[in-house]
């Protein structure tokens, strides 16, 4: 079992450490690695933004699994996902995105359309997010996009 919870400054280490991971690095739009006061000042300014909607995956076990983090926009929502490295290639990837979409839906109603910007090398979110519902929709600049209709 999975379920989310809001991300809170109790959860800041876990999120630097799942950022700086080579694997996740590889994946990410900025690859560089990021500075403990930059990324503190980050996360404390995400806590205080209505337009972020930070959740962290607990197993059954309590024990941090990884982020969905939701970013509201003008006409969107854009979603990212990662995963620890120690519970990469368990299965949990897709239900911990869609106990977070279930939960971001609850919070946030009015929002109708999330988006799903991948690198065209991340072959296992693309499987992830095709098998969450999401919808291709455009290709450019070696990114892809999906989207899903709430």
């Known amino acids: 079992m999975l ?23 590889q994946m990410l739009f900025n690859s560089s ?20 909607h930070l959740l962290i995956g607990l197993n059954e076990n309590e024990e941090k699994v990884g982020v969905v983090y939701f970013n509201i926009q003008k006409n969107n929502t854009k979603v990212s996902i990662n995963l620890s490295s120690q519970s990469r290639g368990r299965g949990l990837s897709k239900i911990f995105l869609m106990e977070g979409i279930k939960n971001f839906k609850k919070v946030f109603p009015y ?36 989207s899903i209709n709430l």
């Open 33 to 52: 690695l990021i500075e403990w006061n930059e990324h503190l000042s980050w996360h404390k300014n995400l806590l205080k933004n209505k337009n972020i």
């Open 111 to 146: 929002q109708k359309t999330i988006l799903a910007e991948i690198k065209t090398k991340n072959i296992k979110s693309i499987k992830l997010f095709k098998s969450a519902g999401f919808i291709f929709v455009k290709e450019t600049n070696n990114v892809v996009v999906y």
């Open 3 to 25: 379920k989310v919870r809001l991300s809170n400054q109790n959860d800041t280490k876990d999120l630097f450490q799942w950022r700086n991971e080579i694997t996740s690095r």
